[in-house]
């Protein structure tokens, strides 16, 4: 096989590829063999179909099955070859596939993840925060759980910290309303960091039947009728209603049920939740700063198509939320494309990451298991109230097990990774961070 390769860009080639007859003669005969076993044709038995019949039958689909076999197993070979990768189909013109030919030659256009070398990926220093559960902070969550038992009473004074208050809300530019900003008899409860700062504080400190205007300045991530612009909303507060907790005693905590009979049983159960989420933010935090240094260590191009791809997949996720929580939202194409260019740098940075990650999993052959597959779907389908096998089926149908298989392998590989990084966990008291673990000691592989 002989070709050439043009640089368009670092990540899109242009290919002029000739692939010797012989090499296309013997995929043909290869693919008649197996047809030949598998075809029943009236008056021949199985396997037993001359050649010259199954070409009058079946010549155009083989010779069109073969070409387009051939041309992606050549290209995808060649960049391999390369050090490239071919990133979906490539664009492919001008096949010459005469009989009498020596070559079958074509022309594709193909992007690419272009070559670059791993460096040391193993022993990655990062440092994370982690705060020691105090008894203010079991204090704070049991406060919670009393204030979600709570019985409330309307009350007439000024709004204050943990009441219910109900308002009507709309918001404006200039004088102009802005749509879907109207809304009546909306609910909440104030303090405890629950809800946008600016309209808890616009709230704060107001009564019954009183208006108000306050300004906010909306983020350029914000929605996209809003986004970048400052606007001024007004308020009407309906009314106030005020909590009444029941009492902490034993009798409370067994009402909550889970077995538990006495407060200080709560405060322990409180203790433990509280210990597990501290160890999951930790966790979470690790790894988001894990990843962040290792896009930093490689610096290549990637493919435009697949950004292109992880910004509409981030701005559809966007419009399901927002749609769930407004049903007559519209986004406006201009609106969309202004979603999407803000957020391209993230997506090719989330892009470069998910290469990464595949390129480890493979140099470390890391690769989910028929077992590890199974106890992930297991999971899931408890989530979907659904059995297993039902829904392996679905997502086969749909082609969504590619892609359930590919999340377990990264998310395999992003563990991997963290376990192999010199994590030093640093404890937040009094705002003063104490080293509370150092690198993990070297396995036995690496001493």
């Known amino acids: 096989m002989t070709s050439t390769i043009t640089d368009i860009d670092e990540c899109t080639k242009r290919l002029e590829v000739a692939i010797p007859r012989a090499e296309v003669t013997k995929e043909v005969n290869r693919t008649y063999s197996r047809l030949a076993g598998q075809v029943k044709i009236k008056g021949f038995r199985q396997g037993k179909v001359p050649r010259r019949i199954l070409e009058q039958y079946y010549g155009e689909e083989v010779q069109a099955e073969v070409v387009t076999r051939v041309i992606s197993t050549s290209y995808r070979d060649l960049l391999e070859k390369k050090g490239m990768r071919a990133v979906g189909e490539a664009n492919v013109t001008d096949i010459v596939n005469d009989d009498d030919s020596a070559d079958l030659t074509y022309k594709a256009t193909v992007e690419v993840i272009p070559p670059f070398e791993m460096g040391e990926y193993k022993g990655i220093e990062i440092e994370v925060a982690s705060h020691p559960v105090t008894g203010e902070m079991i204090e704070d969550q049991i406060k919670r759980f009393l204030m979600q038992a709570a019985s409330y009473e309307d009350v007439e004074r000024a709004s204050e910290a943990e009441d ?3 308002f009507d809300i709309a918001g404006f530019e200039g004088d102009a309303p802005v749509p879907d900003t109207d809304r009546k008899n909306e609910a909440l409860l104030l303090g ?3 809800n946008e700062k600016e309209l808890e504080e616009a709230l704060i400190g107001m009564k019954p039947g009183e208006e108000k205007d306050f300004e906010v300045d909306i983020p350029k991530e914000g929605p996209p009728n809003m986004a970048g612009k400052t606007l001024r909303f007004h308020l009407k507060v309906q009314s106030i209603k005020e909590p009444h907790p029941p009492a902490l005693d034993d009798e409370f905590v067994r009402a909550l049920g889970g077995g538990l009979s006495s407060v200080d049983e709560f405060r322990a159960q409180i203790k433990k939740e509280i210990e597990t989420q501290e160890e999951s933010t930790v966790h979470q935090q690790g790894v988001s700063l894990l990843l962040s240094k290792l896009t930093e260590m490689y610096s290549f191009e990637v493919p435009t198509s697949l950004v292109n791809s992880e910004a509409a997949e981030r701005i ?9 929580e407004n049903p007559n939202l519209e986004i406006t194409t201009g609106q969309r494309e202004q979603m999407r260019e803000s957020i391209l ?4 940075e989330r892009v470069r990451q998910m290469i990464l990650i595949d390129r480890i999993r493979e140099s470390e052959g890391l690769e989910a298991g028929p077992g590890e597959v199974d106890a992930h779907l297991v999971g899931l389908a408890v989530r979907y109230q659904m059995e297993p096998d039902q829904l392996r089926e ?5 082609g969504g097990m590619e892609s359930f298989v590919r999340n377990i392998n990264y998310n395999k590989t992003v563990d991997w990774l963290y376990d192999q990084a010199k994590v030093d966990v ?11 673990q150092a690198a993990p000691e070297e396995s036995e592989e690496s001493k």
């Open 394 to 398: 679905r997502m086969e149908a749909t």
């Open 316 to 324: 559809a996720e966007y419009e399901r939320q927002a749609g769930q």
């Open 426 to 436: 640093k404890i937040e008291e009094d705002g003063v961070a104490e080293e509370a």
């Open 345 to 348: 740098p993230q997506a090719a």
């Open 192 to 194: 405890g960091g629950r």
């Open 164 to 166: 219910y208050i109900t």
